[in-house]
């Protein structure tokens, strides 16, 4: 099974207000990183976090971490039409037995102008 | 290229064909990854290489899959035999690793293969 998996499957909102997307995973990890998909093509980096780190701000996202409960979130705030995309959690394994990110099954953000 | 580079960007085959998809990592980049995608669902992992050491094969679904990296850049993938269910955007990225951890990986465009 996925090792990464992001709850709401999808999501919808009116613009100004704040989206928060969770991801849950199974094993130790290194990071976590989230990522954003337009038109199921290319993901873009949005943001890393350590596994010794418990809060990262970047611009109107806001991620946390909890790695006694296996879990992150993605806050992104006052959201924007154009944030209207897929948001990806990856998982970069401590386990030696996967040595590449591991990416869940993503959440659709719709963003209502 | 400042950016991943995937080709061809589209692949329309039939059913048995082989196909060998293309993969232009970020110059200096040590880790590469192929993922697949089905419509609206999540990264399958399929490879991933990382500097000199042997590749992580264990998201191949089947040995109709296979893939290499010459020279530490350029990775090619290749379906032989192609079936429907292989259609899919098959995505490349690449990244630096530091000693103990993967970073943030750029991905290219994709490849959208199409089965009929």
């Known amino acids: 099974s996925q090792q990464g998996e992001e709850d709401p499957q999808a999501l919808s909102i009116q613009e100004g207000e704040n989206a928060t997307m969770n991801c849950s995973y199974k094993t130790s990890i290194n990071n976590l990183q989230w990522y954003r998909q337009n038109s199921g093509r290319g993901l873009v980096h949005l943001i890393l976090i350590r596994s010794n780190e418990r809060e990262k701000h970047s611009g109107r996202l806001r991620v946390t971490l909890d790695t006694s409960k296996k879990s992150s979130s993605l806050l992104i705030t006052a959201s924007r039409a154009a944030d209207t995309a897929s948001y990806f959690c990856a998982t970069d394994w401590m386990d030696t037995g996967r040595r590449a990110l591991t990416f869940g099954s993503g959440t659709r953000l719709q963003v209502q102008p | 290229g400042a950016g991943v580079s995937q080709s061809p960007s589209n692949k329309v085959t039939e059913k048995g064909k082989d196909v060998e998809l293309r993969c232009d990592p970020i110059s200096g980049h040590t880790a590469l990854y192929w993922y697949r995608q089905s419509l609206g669902q999540g990264l399958e992992f399929l490879i991933y290489?990382?500097?000199?050491?042997?590749?992580?094969k264990s998201g191949l679904p089947s040995d109709r899959f296979s893939a290499e990296r010459t020279g530490g850049s350029v990775s090619t993938l290749t379906i032989q035999r192609t079936q429907q269910e292989d259609s899919a955007v098959y995505l490349c990225a690449s990244s630096t690793r530091s000693m103990t951890m993967n970073t943030e990986a750029f991905f290219g465009q994709g490849t959208r293969l199409t089965v009929v």
């Open positions: 290489f990382q500097g000199n050491s042997a590749p992580d």
